[in-house]
């Protein structure tokens, strides 16, 4: 979530986002249940961020990251706590 908020920073496209995003779809579409569940190392994660990946972009996000107020990103991080506690 933090990094999609910093992710506005970053410079895309927006028609070279959604072509990368429907090649992300076909495959995980082609794996199945193209509503199922995102995997951080699954094959249309992988290849989005493949597709989009440039340094500059890279950097783009590394400023986005930096320039995040500090409550703003101890906020998301103690909602990310909650969100993997396994009690719930």
């Known amino acids: 979530m933090l990094c999609w908020l910093a992710g ?6 927006p028609d070279d986002v959604r ?5 992300a779809e076909l495959l995980l579409a082609a794996g199945g249940d193209p509503r199922r569940p995102l995997e951080l190392y699954g094959r249309a994660v992988t290849a989005l961020a493949t597709d989009l990946d440039e340094p ?3 950097a783009d996000l590394a400023r986005g ?13 103690a909602l990310a706590l909650l969100a993997d506690d396994d009690l719930r």
């Open 19 to 23: 072509a990368a995003l429907r090649r």
């Open 65 to 77: 990251l930096a320039a995040l107020e500090p409550e703003l990103a101890w906020r998301v991080y």
């Open 8 to 13: 506005r920073a970053v410079q895309v496209d």
């Open 56 to 58: 500059s972009r890279r």
